[in-house]
């Protein structure tokens, strides 16, 4: 019950707060604006299918590439990271070990 009255929530506030942004004329002008190319867009992706999936392709493969891309640079951030603390657990493992050596 509670997941259902927050969603409901944020679906009525997703709403209320749209319409309370169209009292400005030039939300409204930018909106129908939009809404102008999204109906050419769909229109002419509905009589051409092909190339809808084709754009759809393209940007499926260039988002592909650049999450695998971002991941390889955080795994590549996160081995330095690593490395750097291994340095320094051991060095101050080996600085531990002298004092123990010199106090015997």
Same mark, same amino acid.
């Given at each position: #019950?509670?997941?259902?009255?927050?969603?409901?929530?944020?679906?009525?506030?997703?709403?209320?707060?749209?319409?309370?942004?169209?009292?400005?004329?030039? !939300?409204?002008?930018? +909106?129908?604006?939009? #809404?102008?190319?999204?109906?050419?867009?769909?229109?002419?992706?509905?009589?051409?299918?092909?190339?809808?999936?084709? +754009?759809?392709? +393209?940007?499926?493969?260039?988002?592909?590439?650049?999450? !695998?891309?971002? !991941?390889?640079?955080?795994?590549?951030?996160?081995?330095?990271?690593?490395?750097?603390?291994?340095?320094?657990?051991?060095?101050?493992?080996?600085?531990?070990?002298?004092?123990?050596?010199?106090?015997?």
């Amino acid at each position: #019950m509670g997941k259902q009255n927050l969603f409901i929530g944020v679906i009525a506030g997703a709403i209320a707060g749209g319409l309370v942004s169209l009292f400005s004329r030039d !939300t409204r002008a930018y +909106t129908k604006q939009k #809404m102008s190319v999204v109906k050419d867009r769909s229109g002419y992706y509905a009589k051409n299918p092909s190339d809808a999936v084709k +754009t759809a392709r +393209t940007r499926f493969d260039s988002f592909n590439k650049k999450l !695998t891309s971002g !991941t390889e640079n955080a795994l590549k951030a996160l081995d330095q990271v690593e490395n750097s603390l291994d340095k320094y657990v051991n060095k101050k493992q080996g600085k531990q070990e002298q004092l123990e050596d010199s106090s015997k």
